[in-house]
């Protein structure tokens, strides 16, 4: 079966070029995949906007009505990064349908990944750090609700720790949060996840996959999961402006092949999220975010 690979126009929600955050990434890479023969034209998987319940199993009430309606008080979005308007919000949502799309086509299939979230740093009630909805989280207490699952193990590998994520989780023993991070990045304040690996700055691919083996492998024997959420952030990388370590494209490629390998060989149904990737030079960061999908097709 060809991989599953979920997309909507939505996930751009056409940002200023000069913008800190880069929107334009994700139409970009939709291209470049439809470009390099990954996905066929017209081959994407196109999920339905998350409604406002989904979104309430993760976030209070207060809070989603907030980004719902455009109400999101000003100190918050300052947090965010960017206004909360009418395509933000559809765009938060989208991403989150997107990755509640991802697992299911996931726990069919075997993998899937999206085009899009890893927004993890939203808490429950708030946004912060470019994070409107915390998609992953709101994905995973759906499965949990359904009863599609009924342990999970969220591997965050995105350079800036998953602390949303943690806080959401901290009280639910059916989530396994496990967070490699710049110990000197963003948030200055961690959570507690259910495992954190720290990375000193400078950290280059031989360290990072010393420090990645045994910790997935503690996280899959403490978690037993019957799923997985994988945020491969490309944030770790040595060109990224926000990022402080030193991964290469080919240390990228060989994390992301560790821990989809390492979980389809044991049969775990694999959930793929892009995380975060920062660079003014959109083509590049693009094609770095679709090293995560190139190297899923070679375990679907």
């Known amino acids: 079966m060809p991989?599953?690979?979920?997309?909507?126009?939505?996930?751009?929600?056409?940002?200023?070029?000069?913008?800190?955050?880069?929107?334009?990434?994700?139409?970009?890479?939709a291209e470049i995949l439809v470009e390099d023969g990954l996905v066929a034209p017209g081959g994407y998987h196109e999920p339905a906007p998350a409604p406002q319940n989904?979104?309430?199993?993760?976030?209070?009430?207060?809070?989603?009505?907030q980004v719902l309606?455009?109400?999101v008080p000003p100190q918050m979005e300052k947090a965010i990064g960017f206004?909360?308007?009418?395509?933000?919000?559809?765009?938060?949502?989208?991403?989150t349908g997107g990755t509640v799309l991802t697992a299911h086509l996931a726990l069919v299939e075997g993998l899937a990944c999206n085009t899009a979230g890893g927004s993890h740093h939203a808490a429950r009630d708030c946004g912060a750090g470019f994070s409107v909805f915390n998609d992953v989280a709101v994905a995973?207490?759906?499965?949990?609700a359904?009863?599609?699952?009924?342990?999970?193990?969220?591997?965050?590998?995105?350079?800036?720790?998953g602390d949303g994520t943690a806080r959401i989780f901290e009280n639910e023993r059916r989530v396994f949060t496990l967070s490699l991070h710049g110990a000197r990045n963003y948030p200055v304040r961690k959570a507690q996840s259910?495992?954190?690996v720290p990375l000193a700055d400078g950290t280059g691919d031989a360290d990072y996959l010393d420090a990645l083996v045994p910790?997935?492998?503690?996280?899959?024997?403490?978690?037993?999961?019957?799923?997985?959420?994988?945020?491969?952030?490309?944030?770790?990388?040595?060109?990224?402006?926000?990022?402080?370590?030193?991964?290469?494209?080919?240390?990228?490629?060989?994390?992301?092949?560790?821990?989809?390998?390492?979980?389809?060989?044991?049969?775990?149904?694999?959930a793929c999220v892009i995380g975060g990737g920062y660079s003014r030079d959109i083509d590049a960061l693009a094609h770095r975010h679709s090293i995560l999908h190139r190297v899923a097709w070679e375990f679907a």
């Open 54 to 65: 989904w979104l309430r199993l993760a976030h209070d009430p207060l809070y989603v009505d």
């Open 140 to 144: 995973a207490s759906l499965l949990l």
């Open 3 to 29: 991989l599953p690979i979920i997309h909507h126009p939505a996930f751009d929600a056409d940002f200023d070029a000069a913008h800190r955050f880069p929107m334009s990434k994700f139409s970009r890479l």
């Open 194 to 196: 259910d495992l954190d």
């Open 215 to 270: 910790a997935l492998a503690e996280g899959l024997r403490r978690s037993l999961p019957d799923i997985v959420f994988y945020n491969a952030g490309v944030d770790p990388h040595e060109d990224d402006r926000l990022g402080r370590l030193a991964l290469s494209d080919a240390g990228l490629a060989e994390r992301d092949r560790t821990v989809i390998g390492t979980c389809r060989d044991v049969g775990i149904p694999v």
């Open 146 to 161: 359904d009863g599609d699952a009924g342990r999970v193990l969220i591997v965050d590998c995105d350079v800036h720790q």
């Open 69 to 71: 309606f455009s109400a």
């Open 83 to 95: 206004r909360v308007d009418e395509k933000v919000a559809l765009r938060s949502r989208c991403a």
